[in-house]
């Protein structure tokens, strides 16, 4: 192939030219320097989905060194909800920097963090009064919301389901359901970890959201007992589990039993959060309203921020001294946050992440009538994923899926893959992506399915 001597562009945004365009194979020479040095000065452990080198992201298009184009169908795994290097992000930023970048805030404090805590306290779901409290990624928020559980409620009993993921610290890799590649040999993990079964209807055998529920709660009453249990953390919809709906009736009946029994109910909305659903929070679809509820990822557009936000009288439990950190609630990524939540409600990226949402369900049902290795299609929003199966035994096809993930990769389309079982295709496109990008993206992985 000829090498097209492009000009490195470095000025990322929605104004970037919104388009799939390949000058390169993937990785090109570019992209493959950078990945020779990763090789050996990056720890192997730190692996990569894409073999690229990014310069430049916004919009629906990230672009390579290489000037390739390629389709963002993952927002770097549900963060860049009003796209990278959003605008109003980057003033915002801009001006934060320029006035001081750190205090800490259990030091000195600054109102972006109080403000962060407003917006927070006014969008989580349920008119309490809540509090909220900033850290800096999903897990350390995950571990301070199952700390301020057993504060409170002076249990010490935790209970994640099958299929979760909560992070990869000690603590919440325990509450972590998969083995490989997130656990193998970085034990021991922490103690009062227990799991139950969620319910995920398209392996359920037509198990209703209130029977999964009587079946997890009979596990949690038979092998824990409420007398013992702080706290039962879920995913409203599982992220990197598969992408998996429990079916309705299974949230509200968990939620129930929490209140009747003093255990406190963590909603983990890390990936679920922040209109990506086509609700400020999934919780909202099933009217539920969690004690605790678990932000990052899609609430600062790029930047670290994460928060649990909960009932007053839970979240005040803890002493003075008892929650914080260096970094929590830094003040750019609170300028950042602050823009970010006011481009999903001035932008109508809420509204916007339902026709996306509409967009990807009604592509990928047509795939799964013409293609019976995709067995399902589920999703909320901007959250939609198909599982791929072997049509005759319905088991998991991996391989399947990694091949047509790395067609889409080939051919210029950002696409992730989760699932217990790696057979499962996820799409989480940022809410600025047109229309013309989606679809060129998801026929990509159309042509990709049917070549593979
Ligand atoms: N809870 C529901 O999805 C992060 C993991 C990427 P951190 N998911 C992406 C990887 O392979 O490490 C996540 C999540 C849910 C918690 C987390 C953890 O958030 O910000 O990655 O710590």
């Given amino acids: 192939m000829t090498l097209v001597d492009t000009p490195v562009i470095?000025?990322?945004?929605?104004?970037?030219t919104q388009e799939r365009r390949l000058v390169t194979a993937i990785p090109g020479p570019?992209?493959?320097?950078?990945?020779?040095r990763k090789a050996e000065a990056v720890a192997s452990g730190v692996g990569h989905t894409l073999p690229i080198s990014v310069v430049a992201a916004g919009g629906g298009v990230i672009v390579d060194a290489d000037?390739?184009?390629?389709?963002?169908?993952?927002?770097?795994?549900?963060?860049?909800?009003?796209?990278n290097s959003a605008p109003r992000v980057v003033e915002a930023v801009t001006a934060q920097l320029h006035s001081f970048t750190h205090t800490c805030f259990t030091v000195s404090p600054y109102e972006g963090y109080v403000a962060v805590a407003e917006k927070l306290n006014e969008l989580t779901p349920g008119d309490h009064v809540k509090r909220s409290a900033l850290f800096n990624s999903g897990a350390e928020a995950v571990e301070n919301a199952v700390k301020i559980a057993r504060h409170f409620t002076k249990k010490q009993a935790v209970v994640a389901f099958d299929h979760a993921y909560h992070g990869r610290t000690n603590l919440t890799m325990g509450l972590t359901a998969k083995n490989i590649p997130y656990k193998s040999g970085f034990g021991p993990f922490a103690s009062e970890v227990y799991r139950a079964p969620l319910s995920y209807p398209f392996r359920d055998g037509g198990l209703s959201g209130a029977e999964a529920a009587v079946?997890?709660?009979?596990?949690?009453e038979k092998q824990v007992g409420a007398e013992n249990l702080?706290?039962?953390?879920i995913e409203p919809i599982q992220g990197e589990g598969g992408f998996i709906v429990p079916a309705a009736g299974f949230l509200p009946a968990i939620v129930e039993w929490c209140r009747a029994n003093d255990v406190v109910f963590i909603a983990d909305e890390v990936q679920t959060g922040f209109a990506r659903t086509g609700a400020w929070f999934a919780s909202e679809h099933e009217g539920i309203v969690p004690d605790l509820v678990v932000t990052?990822?899609?609430?600062?557009?790029?930047?670290?921020?994460?928060?649990?936000?909960?009932?007053?009288?839970?979240?005040?439990?803890?002493?003075?001294?008892?929650?914080?950190?260096?970094?929590?609630g830094n003040p750019l990524a609170c300028a950042a946050a602050l823009a970010t939540i006011e481009t999903y409600e001035d932008d109508g990226l809420i509204d916007r992440a339902r026709e996306i949402g509409a967009v990807l369900i009604g592509r990928l049902n047509a795939l799964r009538t013409a293609d019976p290795r995709v067995g399902d299609v589920r999703g909320r929003g901007a959250m939609v994923a198909?599982?791929?199966?072997?049509?005759?035994?319905?088991?998991?096809?991996?391989?399947?899926?990694?091949?047509?993930?790395?067609?889409a990769h080939s051919n210029g389309v950002v696409v992730l893959t989760c699932g217990t079982y790696g057979n499962v295709i996820r799409f989480l496109p940022p809410l600025t992506i047109s229309d013309e990008l989606l679809i060129d993206g998801l026929s990509v992985v159309a042509e990709?399915?049917?070549?593979?």
């Fill in 230 to 233: 702080a706290a039962i953390i």
């Fill in 448 to 452: 990709g399915l049917k070549h593979a």
């Fill in 30 to 36: 570019r992209s493959q320097e950078l990945l020779a």
């Fill in 215 to 220: 079946r997890a709660i009979s596990v949690i």
């Fill in 67 to 83: 000037g390739n184009s390629l389709i963002d169908l993952g927002s770097g795994i549900a963060v860049t909800g009003v796209g």
């Fill in 296 to 328: 990052a990822k899609g609430i600062a557009g790029g930047l670290p921020l994460s928060a649990v936000t909960g009932r007053a009288e839970i979240m005040d439990s803890a002493m003075a001294g008892g929650l914080g950190g260096t970094y929590g």
């Fill in 386 to 407: 198909m599982e791929l199966v072997d049509p005759a035994s319905g088991a998991p096809d991996a391989a399947l899926t990694s091949a047509v993930a790395a067609y």
């Fill in 10 to 16: 470095t000025a990322g945004g929605p104004s970037l």
